[in-house]
């Protein structure tokens, strides 16, 4: 089957698009799936042969895969690490909310200060705040609604980084924190560009299956949420476009469901797994 490439023109990469295929079918099973019908399924969206191939290589290189042999058939299966890593992206869409109605009124600050020595760290930890939900207040101190655990993020920098929770003082209003850290008007723009992919009564025709279109749709939703920083709904527009977004994936991910796992179940060559993987 074939998809055009202008339905492919929203496509994400096909690491994001396998890390939400892993998380809707192998997730939670203790099952590795056969690598042909990735392929398959992969086509489906137009990703290529060569390129699923690709991705899976490069995921089991990350620890985030384990190939098992079966006769001539290699199956992959999730590592510790992947299984973490989708744990984390199923809090985000189904239990984080597309709007912050419980903020506290803390900020956690992050402020560092990296040599020229260690440019590539420096940069890694600004890749890695904005992926926990940081915004850049000015130059090495950024700031993120709520209380946070960074630990992780900077357990490696030693005296180079300090961390802190506090509340704004005057003059200092938390609705210019917002603005300043945060670039509010492209956050909206990117829930206005999901309403217009998904919004019209039959969304993305040019996919040719509901399991096609329930990937597409979680992949776009997930790099999407991932990308916001929930910011506090009182320093937002009443008619902030996450919430109607959020309730357009709902709608349609019930709508996907039923009839992407049958289809799932039909295509996908899946082996039980041992306690030890």
């Not at 990350?62 to 809090?91: I, P």
């Not at 630990?151 to 506090?166: K, R």
């Not at 790099?223 to 910011?231: A, E, G, N």
């Not at 919430?243 to 019930?254: K, N, P, S, V, Y």
């Amino acid at each position: 089957m074939t998809v055009t490439d202008d339905a492919l023109s929203y496509s994400a990469r096909p690491q994001s698009l396998m890390l939400s295929f892993l998380g809707l079918h192998v997730v939670e099973r203790d099952t590795a799936v056969y690598s042909g019908s990735v392929i398959d399924v992969f086509a489906r969206v137009g990703i290529s042969e060569e390129a699923v191939r690709s991705t899976l290589t490069r995921m089991v290189n990350r620890g985030l895969l384990a190939r098992h042999r079966r006769g001539r058939r290699v199956y992959f299966g999730l590592t510790s690490r992947a299984a973490a890593v989708l744990a984390d992206g199923k809090r985000r869409v189904w239990r984080t909310g597309a709007v912050n109605r419980d903020w506290d009124g803390n900020w956690t600050l992050v402020g560092f200060s990296l040599p020229d020595s260690r440019r590539s760290d420096r940069h890694d930890l600004r890749s890695r705040l904005v992926w926990a939900g940081f915004g850049p207040l000015q130059n090495g101190l950024w700031i993120a609604p709520g209380s946070k655990d960074v630990t992780s993020l900077v357990e490696d920098l030693g005296d180079h980084v300090n961390v802190f929770t506090a509340q704004h003082a005057k003059p200092t209003e938390s609705a210019d924190l917002v603005h300043r850290a945060f670039d509010v008007a492209a956050i909206a723009t990117r829930y206005h560009a999901f309403l217009s992919r998904w919004e019209p009564a039959a969304p993305l025709p040019a996919l040719p299956d509901d399991l096609a279109r329930q990937l597409v749709l979680h992949t776009d939703w997930l790099q999407l949420v991932r990308q916001d920083p929930h910011l506090p709904a009182e320093h937002l527009a009443a008619d902030w476009p996450a919430i109607r977004a959020e309730q357009l994936f709902h709608r349609l991910a019930t709508r996907y469901q039923e009839t992407a796992g049958a289809l799932a179940t039909e295509v996908l060559d899946q082996i039980p797994l041992g306690p030890a993987g």
